[in-house]
């Protein structure tokens, strides 16, 4: 590994995570009742079906999705890398894919590639653009991974979509993973220029053998780009903690005790970690929980990181029309505002 690679992670310790996609327009809520408090789980906890997710694509237009605007702000924060959500769960990407047509150009009226627009924005802006990439779960495809893991920690019924597709019998990962999942990785590690970080997540039931194969991809094509944890099987190259975890010290060894981790973690060899944490309680844009952490709660969080030497990547979700919710715009700019006076 490139030591300057190593030691720009290191300096960039604040950055900005966006969570996007098709369950921004529900903001939590479906049919009347509040969703799951992970709003980006909307689909799987109320088992919407893929059909009415892709009539749902027909109304994503978020006119107001500026992403110079988006990195203006995460500079003026004091921010130095952002990290986008390409592709969630719901296997509907923000970017032009040739591999899948599931995609904000070919299936909604937008037709703006989101990824190309923000990778431009943090080049002007001086912010190191990273991607966050599903790599297994996939509710879109009948072969999407999951069908193999205990459901017990998943914020719907199940890891992979069993409304459509019911028979587990009947799924074969390797399928999605070649047709889909290897192509879009591709795609984003060709089309888009420098990339500094991937952000995987859920490995779930993928193989050693397929974090591997996505490891080496994504090296060959970007070989200064970080890859973290989450791709699992020990394939990585640093450790992205557990969601909001915020911990007192570096872990030292890390202990799998849940049957569903494969991650294989283990201290980074580079000394690189970092903590992703949500502003209110939800990734995904919500309304059905409005909880936020105060400036104070966010300021405290950020020194205590810093002093052990861990990133801080603090989540928001944009709302239905492509905003920062106001809300997220205030606690961020008051964070800023108490740092510096």
């Keep these: 590994m490139n030591p300057k690679t190593i030691q720009t992670f290191k300096d960039a310790k604040y950055g900005l995570m966006l969570h996007f996609g098709l369950y921004s327009l529900l903001g939590g809520c479906y049919r009347g009742a509040r969703g799951p408090r992970y709003a980006e789980w909307i689909e799987c906890a109320c088992q919407i079906p893929n059909a009415e997710m892709e009539e749902l694509a027909k109304s994503f237009r978020p006119i107001y999705f500026d ?40 299936a909604s009226p937008l037709q703006r590639d989101l990824i190309k627009e923000l990778s431009e924005a943090c080049k002007r802006h001086n912010l190191l653009f990273g991607i966050y990439y599903s790599q297994v779960i996939d509710w879109h495809e009948e072969h999407g991974g999951g069908y193999l893991s205990d459901p017990a920690g998943a914020a719907g019924p199940t890891w992979e979509n069993s409304w459509d597709f019911p028979d587990k019998s009947k799924k074969n990962y390797s399928i999605c993973f070649r047709k889909k999942i ?52 020990g394939c990585y190259d640093y450790v ?46 919500t309304t059905a929980y409005p909880e936020w952490r105060s400036p104070e709660k966010i300021l405290e969080t950020k020194k205590k990181l810093e002093k052990l030497g861990i990133n801080y990547l603090v989540n928001i979700g944009l709302d239905g029309l492509g905003r ?17 006076g």
């Design 67 to 106: 992403a110079e605007e988006i990195c203006a702000f995460a500079e003026r924060c004091g921010m130095k890398y952002l990290v986008v959500t390409s592709k969630h769960h719901e296997g509907f990407a923000l970017f032009r894919s040739k591999a899948d047509p599931f995609n904000v150009l070919d």
């Design 324 to 340: 920062i919710p106001v809300q997220a715009r205030e606690i961020l700019e008051e964070v800023r505002r108490k740092e510096s």
């Design 182 to 233: 290897l192509p879009q990785i591709v795609e984003l590690m060709t089309n888009y220029g420098k990339i500094s970080l991937v952000w995987f997540d859920m490995p779930l039931d993928s193989k050693e053998e397929q974090s591997e194969e996505i490891y080496s991809l994504v090296k060959k094509l970007q070989p200064d780009c970080l890859v973290n944890s989450r791709l699992g099987n």
């Design 240 to 285: 992205s903690l557990g969601d909001n975890e915020i911990p007192d010290c570096i872990p030292e060894t890390f202990e799998n005790t849940d049957k569903n981790d494969i991650w294989g973690l283990k201290p980074s060899p580079y000394g690189l970690y970092e903590s992703a944490c949500t502003l209110n309680c939800s990734w995904g844009f």
